[in-house]
């Protein structure tokens, strides 16, 4: 086997995201109910802060986060710290924080799922669509493309909604480009990891995003080279566009980079916080309609576990098998 090409199993998931009948999830005007899982994430807070204080906001249409469960990964050492801490910071956001997933599931009506392990993602995934409550999954889907691809798996066979995404989509100033013009891009991002986790899934995943946000679907190559401090991400698109990720761990850090395109040179704009995600996930919940294609999710999947083993296998090209 030629182990500079990375090859995945194809999952039968359709051509593109799928769109549910509103019976499936819709429900009456007065039912806005947000349940929390995982408050391992300092997502949680800020989603809960943002939806509960603006409750007048036409764009969250009466969305409020009513009930958490604290689920999270507490070996992981940041988590130790903050599940405890997050706990009582949401209780104090009027948030009843109850004792089992179950628990919660039969007091709201949508979930978002912030437990911040995608190794733990397609387990709860699991019991959150089984219960037909539709699904916000936050960075990372997962920890690999198989967990990934079993998701949607599940969302196809419990008819539910699910979508997953990271917040740097909507950078500022990528929204106003036309993607059919980007010729390449160089991005740049934090990249700190975690053991548990192949090094993009735990926080460099935001760059990979803004990466394909731009570049599309179909990357056809990645190449890594990697420091303690910084790595290096070269990806080679359709056409045979280039994109490039710089990954942070020392120094100032930050999100931004420049998009190449027909007839200028774009400079990327700074994080918008969280309200344009929000949008979006509300926007959801209310219509079931993916914001994001699960194959474009299923390709950054692909990009990061290529980008892992080109990192093991000392910086050689892998090949991604589309098919």
């Not at 940041?78 to 924080?97: D, H, M, S, W, Y």
């Not at 419990?158 to 993607?179: A, M």
Request: charged residues 20%; aromatic residues 10%; neutral net charge.
């Amino acid at each position: 086997m030629n182990r500079r090409k990375f090859t995945f199993a194809a999952a039968t998931l359709g051509l593109g995201s799928a769109v549910y009948g509103a019976s499936a999830f819709s429900f009456p005007s007065l039912k806005k109910r947000v349940g929390v899982v995982g408050l391992d994430s300092s997502h949680a807070i800020a989603f809960t802060k943002e939806l509960n204080a603006n409750t007048t906001n036409e764009s969250y249409k009466g969305y409020q986060v009513v009930a958490a469960y604290s689920m999270g990964s507490p070996s992981i050492p940041l988590n130790a710290e903050r599940i405890p801490k997050f706990t009582e910071e949401i209780k104090k956001l009027g948030v009843e924080v109850v004792a089992s997933l179950d628990a919660l599931l039969r007091k709201v009506d949508v979930v978002l799922l912030e437990t911040n392990d995608g190794n733990v993602h397609l387990q709860q995934a699991e019991i959150i669509l089984k219960a037909r409550k539709p699904l916000f999954i936050d960075k990372p889907i997962a920890n690999s493309y198989e967990d990934a691809s079993k998701i949607f798996e599940l969302a196809d066979k419990y008819k539910t909604p699910v979508f997953s995404t990271s917040s740097l989509r909507y950078i500022t100033g990528i929204e106003e480009i036309d993607k059919k013009t980007v010729l390449g891009a160089d991005i740049y991002s934090p990249a700190y990891t975690e053991p548990s986790h192949k090094d993009l899934y735990w926080y460099g995943i935001h760059g990979v995003e803004m990466l394909f946000t731009l570049l599309g679907q179909n990357c056809v190559s990645v190449q890594t080279q990697h420091t303690t401090d910084f790595d290096s991400y070269i990806g080679e698109w359709d056409g045979g566009r280039i994109g490039t990720l710089r990954g942070i761990r020392k120094g100032a850090d930050g999100f931004g980079g420049v998009v190449f395109i027909q007839d200028k040179i774009v400079q990327l704009g700074a994080f918008q916080g969280y309200n344009p995600l929000l949008k979006q996930i509300i926007s959801f919940f209310e219509t079931g309609k993916e914001p994001v294609q699960r194959l474009e999710t299923l390709a950054v999947c692909k990009f990061i576990d290529a980008a892992h083993q080109s990192r093991l296998e000392g910086g050689t090209k892998v090949i991604l098998n589309n098919k």
